[in-house]
């Protein structure tokens, strides 16, 4: 059964980058199936969907975001990382990553880890 | 990009009411949309896929219906654990969400 697993600090200084890693347990990022996405829930509003990755290292972004935000891939530890740049009070959020195949939904999603952006 | 819009924003109803949550896109996405329950703190739970496939374990009192532009979620009879927020995603380009329903006792 596959697991995934946010990690990374929950506080992050206005301005700096701000760092996550989802591990993959039951499955293998190289899988060509699967797209895996990083979405975030901020205070008060609803989810936003940040962007997601193929095994290949392709990676599609929500406009919104693109110009701040890299999705990449460790295939060797079978996880993707996200990175968000010069955040703001913004960008404070739960971030979830969660994978797809193509056309499906969002059916399995990690626990989701609060990052909080604040000097 | 193609937008999408829920509505009602919130909604209050009481449990055995039937309730209906609306989500219509800004061009057609064919049936590539599907519904997710969110409660406090936790990751969201697919309901429904492809419009009106409901998935596994899903109660029954849910259902969906919709194509190109229009879709719903009906909630038959609300039971105590079916107050969350609600929400619609298309998955005919990148997978953006509607804007949520938060459904209130």
């Known amino acids: 059964q596959v697991q995934l697993q946010e990690s990374g600090p929950g506080l992050v200084k206005p301005s700096q980058t701000l760092s996550l890693t989802c591990t993959v347990s039951?499955?293998?990022?190289?899988?060509?199936?699967?797209?895996w996405n990083w979405i975030r829930h901020r205070p008060g509003q609803g989810l936003e969907w940040i962007g997601y990755?193929?095994?290949?290292?392709?990676?599609y972004y929500n406009a919104s975001l693109k110009s701040r935000v890299n999705i990449s891939v460790d295939t060797s530890k079978n996880l993707f990382s996200l990175k968000v740049y010069s955040v703001t009070a913004a960008d404070t959020a739960v971030y979830f990553c969660a994978r797809m195949r193509p056309l499906q939904p969002l059916e399995t999603w990690g626990q989701g880890v609060l990052v909080t952006v604040s000097s | 990009d193609i937008q999408l819009t829920q509505s009602p924003s919130f909604l209050s109803a009481s449990v055995g009411d039937r309730v209906t949550i609306t989500c219509r896109a800004s061009?057609?996405?064919?049936?590539?949309l599907a519904w997710y329950q969110q409660t406090a703190g936790k990751a969201p739970k697919v309901l429904i896929s492809?419009?009106?496939t409901l998935q596994s374990g899903v109660p029954p009192r849910f259902s969906g219906s919709g194509s190109g532009t229009e879709f719903t979620l009906t909630i038959s009879s609300l039971q105590p654990e079916d107050f969350a927020t609600y929400y619609c995603?298309?998955?005919?380009?990148?997978?953006?969400f509607g804007q949520g329903t938060k459904l209130e006792i």
């Open positions: 492809a419009a009106s």
């Open positions: 061009q057609g996405i064919s049936t590539y």
């Open positions: 995603q298309q998955l005919n380009s990148y997978p953006n």
């Open positions: 990755i193929y095994h290949s290292g392709s990676a």
């Open positions: 039951g499955d293998s990022v190289r899988t060509a199936s699967y797209f």
